[in-house]
């Protein structure tokens, strides 16, 4: 399954916007991705997902390169209750898995 | 509609002593997952299941966990004997299609002393 890299952690302050990049530089036309988060004690929380288009929820907006090789998960007015680890995940549909990193730590400044 | 249901939510046993997690996935979800998850570390994938059939277990460690999910729904990973290093959170989840969202449950926190 092709990975992702994103980074270790982020410092946003609360209502102002934020921009969690991914890169996934060996992602496959059939691959899509998916953004879970994942608060202190809970399992993972779906956020978004898509293939090709940018694509828009109650949650985020995910962003996704014309080569498809990167995306952003777009977090319009973060909360302190948006604090949690943002995992990037490629989905194969031949492989039926989410491989999971090690996701990014948001931390949210009031 | 009830989310994905795992019980224990959290478990202590003697290390070489049997265990066993239960997961109830969201109705009408072919498809299952066992995660593992180390502390400060993503989910692993263990197994999963397409209905009844276990189509990926490579990354089940067949000498001490096995699992099974009978008639396609409820699903139960143990583990026989329990080590040091199997102390982790094991995340269930479950999704209806390819190309739609998983699920997941809240996890069971295991212990082993």
């Known amino acids: 399954d092709a990975k992702t890299t994103q980074p270790n952690s982020m410092e946003s302050n609360e209502e102002e916007p934020v921009h969690l990049p991914c890169n996934h530089s060996t992602i496959s036309g059939t691959d899509y991705i998916h953004w879970y988060r994942q608060l202190p004690s809970q399992g993972p929380e779906y956020v978004i997902h898509?293939?090709?288009s940018n694509v828009n929820n109650r949650m985020a907006s995910l962003a996704i390169a014309e080569d498809r090789k990167s995306s952003t998960l777009i977090l319009h007015r973060a909360t302190l209750r948006d604090a949690a680890v943002y995992y990037c995940?490629?989905?194969?549909?031949?492989?039926?898995?989410?491989?999971f990193g090690t996701g990014t730590s948001l931390t949210v400044i009031p | 509609e009830a989310g994905v249901v795992q019980s224990p939510r959290y478990k202590i046993i003697e290390k070489k002593q049997p265990v066993a997690f239960w997961c109830n996935p969201i109705s009408g979800h072919n498809t299952l997952y066992w995660y593992l998850q180390n502390l400060g570390q993503g989910p692993e994938l263990l197994i999963r299941?397409?209905?009844?059939?276990?189509?990926?277990d490579s990354q089940l460690p067949k000498d001490r966990f096995s699992a099974e999910r009978l008639k396609g729904v409820d699903s139960t990973l143990k583990i026989q004997p329990a080590e040091l290093g199997d102390s982790a959170v094991y995340l269930c989840?479950?999704?209806?299609?390819?190309?739609?969202?998983?699920?997941f449950g809240q996890g069971t926190r295991l212990t082993v002393v």
């Open positions: 299941y397409e209905n009844e059939e276990a189509v990926d």
């Open positions: 898509g293939l090709t």
């Open positions: 995940i490629l989905r194969s549909l031949t492989g039926n898995q989410f491989y």
């Open positions: 989840a479950s999704s209806l299609g390819l190309t739609t969202e998983a699920f």
